[in-house]
Structure formats: structure tokens, C-alpha cells
């Protein structure tokens, strides 16, 4: 590059498109300088004898950088998709262990992957593009033209090829694994979800079914959480007090000698119901078709906010409100059953039809008659 170049060249005209065709990139370069008021006070190349131990021990270390991110990038998609990331009772120490490592092993190596590349791009810049000091003339911008375009190119292309990329090919390899990897994890990231079919071992049917979904004829029971899996604790209607409440989960007989389903009938997160007992004299109105779903002054309804799913855990026997305590929503038990009056959500809590059985405990006679939680695209209401 030389002075004359710069010299060749009137900064503030007009150039045509043939003209910035036949400059060469050293010409252009100049010209973007002169156009931004830049002047190089130096600028030379880090490397100017090819080949050195040190050049070789720099090129090593950038590359060793871009390999770590390859590798933690691969590692991040292994995790993602295998670990066993699904809840494992503390129960067992070692199945509760290792699926309690799902999210920071996937954190672990998706940071060490942006932070190896973002350290091996800033080792690459610091090794091997020239080395400048630069004055600038500060001076009001104006907009980007095709001047401006081919000039910042040849700048940059300058500056890539002052680094001598093309003939450091560990870099360009192991830059090309890290960078390719760390997309893929990316992509994985993003699309993982529909890499695993969440219905897998259920199909699809079971976004349609809760725990509460009778079984083989068996009866479902309303069991209370003593804090005890193993310890079952079925609901009669002389437990609650008027005006009282209570949350259960769904039991079945053959649960007690499926540990698995003891523990997950009572963790699923469309188990949990409100049983509410009303006071006498609420006088509470039914919705149509539902009319049969209570048993006397005891209502279940889901524990799950229709708004985003929070548990809807207060009640005021007063006013005969259910209240959510995420974003204050109020489901009116008495006046609307269980529809919204305050806050969020825009759907009435689903309704739990129960009764007593021959022995005197709760029963559900069937599952909800629409799902629980927030609304999804199947919901009619
Ligand atoms: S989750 Fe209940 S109000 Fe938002």
C-alpha cells in the first residue's frame, strides 16, 4: 500500500461503478480511509516472518479455543438429547442425582461453547489481524453508498488476508467445527422440543385425560398429601368443616403396590383439586350440565389456574372465591362456578364430578369434562 495510492484518488467526488471496478483492494481501502478522515499512523502485520515457533504456538492456541467449542457444542446436543432429564424420586439417590444434572450440564456446555468461540474470534483478532493506530477526524456521517460498501469490504478483506487466514488451515478447520457445532446446538436448542415426541409412551390422547380418568373399572379416590407418598389418606365428607377446604390428588387401590404411580399420581400437574366444602347457606349456582357433579355442599374443582396454570390455593369462605395468588385472578364458586371475575384468566376453573361411596369416602364418578390449565388449541371455551 503506498501513500500515492491514496493520492490517486479524490475522496469527495462521485465514483462510478466501472471506476471502483478497475481500483484494486488496496486502492479502495485507501479511499474508505480518506472518506471517514482516517489516517493510518501504523499498520503492519503481526506475522511478518512466516512460519516462526511463535506464529505456529499462536495459531495452536486459537485453534484450541474453537475446538473447545466445537466439542462443548456436541457435548450440549449429546445432553440435551439423551441425559435422563425426566424427575427421578429423591427416593432414589443416584436415578435423583443424575437427572438433577439435566439442566446444568446443558447450561455448562452451552456457555463454555459461546464463550469459546467468542475467546478464540477475540485470539484470532488480537494474533493475526494487523496491528493499526488509527486518527479519525470526527465529522457528521452520511449514508451508506456503494462507495462506502466496496470500500469497507476491501478494508476488511485487507485486514483478512493481512492475517494470513488463508494459509492457517488448524484455524479455518477447527473454526469451522466449533462455529458448525455451535449452530447445530443452537438449532438443537431451538427445535429440540420437537425432536422428542412429548406423547411418546402416552400418545396423544393423554393431553386429553387426567389422573382423575377412571381405570379398569376401579374407583378414584380423593387422597390427601400427609407429606408421606406411601401414606394414603383418603377424604370423607365429616373432615371438612363448613366453609373449609382441602387439596387431593387421585388414588386408586392397585396404586399401593405401584410405588412409581403412589409417588406420580400426586405429582403430575394435572392432579391437584380443591375440594371446598360450602357453607349452607351459599345457595350456590350450577352450571348447566354439571348440575349433578357436587355432593351436597362439598365442590372439586382444578387446582390449576386457567390463566398459567399456577395453583389457585386461597379460598374465602366469605365470598366464595377461589383465588389465585400468581396474578390475582378470583373464581367465583358461589355466583358463576368457578368462572373468573378478577384478574387474567378468561376460563372457569374445570369442575371434578364426585360423590360418596358405600363406605363413606370420596369418589370421582368420572375425569374432568374438558382439560385443566391454560387453554390450548383443543379448547372450545
Ligand atoms: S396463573 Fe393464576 S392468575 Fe396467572
Excluded at 484494486?24 to 512466516?50: F, I, Q
Excluded at 395468588?325 to 371475575?341: G, L
Excluded at 364426585?354 to 388449541?377: K, L, M, S
Amino acid at each position: 500500500m503506498s501513500e500515492q495510492n491514496n493520492e490517486n484518488h479524490e475522496p469527495r467526488r462521485e465514483y462510478t461503478e466501472a471506476e471502483l471496478a478497475e481500483m484494486s483492494r488496496d486502492e479502495k481501502m485507501r479511499l474508505g480511509l480518506a472518506l471517514d478522515d482516517v489516517e493510518l499512523a501504523e499498520y503492519h502485520d503481526r506475522w511478518p516472518v512466516e512460519g516462526t515457533r511463535a506464529e505456529r504456538r499462536a495459531e495452536r492456541a486459537v485453534a484450541a479455543w474453537f475446538a473447545l467449542a466445537g466439542l462443548s457444542a456436541l457435548a450440549f446436543i449429546a445432553v440435551f438429547l439423551f441425559w435422563p432429564w425426566e424427575y427421578q424420586s429423591p427416593d432414589d439417590e443416584q436415578a435423583h442425582f443424575i437427572y438433577s444434572l439435566y439442566n446444568p450440564l446443558i447450561g455448562f456446555f452451552l456457555g463454555l461453547s459461546i464463550l469459546a468461540v467468542g475467546v478464540g474470534v477475540v485470539l484470532y483478532q488480537k494474533k493475526f489481524i494487523p496491528e493499526e493506530v488509527a486518527v479519525q477526524q470526527r465529522h457528521d456521517g452520511h449514508g451508506s453508498d456503494e462507495v462506502d460498501r466496496q470500500t469497507t469490504a476491501a478494508l476488511l478483506a485487507d485486514a483478512g488476508s493481512r492475517s494470513g487466514i488463508a494459509r492457517r488451515s488448524m484455524i479455518k478447520r477447527t473454526a469451522g467445527f466449533g462455529v458448525g457445532a455451535f449452530g447445530a446446538g443452537a438449532g438443537v436448542y431451538a427445535l429440540g422440543g420437537l425432536v422428542r415426541d412429548p406423547w411418546g409412551e402416552e400418545g396423544q390422547e393423554s393431553l386429553l385425560h387426567t389422573g382423575w380418568a377412571p381405570e379398569q373399572g376401579e374407583k378414584t379416590y380423593l387422597r390427601r398429601d400427609t407429606g408421606d407418598a406411601h401414606d394414603v389418606s383418603l377424604v370423607r365428607p365429616e373432615d371438612i368443616d363448613a366453609g373449609g377446604f382441602e387439596t387431593v390428588f387421585p388414588f386408586r387401590e392397585s396404586m399401593r403396590h405401584d410405588e412409581e404411580e403412589l409417588i406420580s399420581s400426586m405429582r403430575k400437574g394435572d392432579a391437584p383439586v380443591m375440594l371446598i366444602r360450602l357453607r349452607p347457606d351459599a345457595m350456590p349456582v350450577k352450571r348447566k350440565g354439571q348440575e349433578d357433579f357436587n355432593y351436597g355442599d362439598f365442590y372439586a374443582y382444578s387446582k390449576i389456574c386457567t390463566h398459567l396454570g399456577c395453583p389457585t390455593s386461597l379460598f374465602e369462605q366469605q365470598t366464595g372465591r377461589l383465588l389465585c395468588p400468581c396474578h390475582q385472578s378470583q373464581f367465583d364458586v358461589i355466583n358463576t362456578y368457578a368462572k373468573p371475575v378478577f384478574g387474567p384468566a378468561t376460563r372457569a376453573l374445570p369442575q371434578l364430578p364426585i360423590t360418596v361411596d358405600e363406605d363413606g369416602y370420596f369418589v370421582a364418578t368420572r375425569d374432568f369434562i374438558e382439560p385443566v390449565g391454560p387453554a390450548y388449541w383443543e379448547r372450545r371455551s
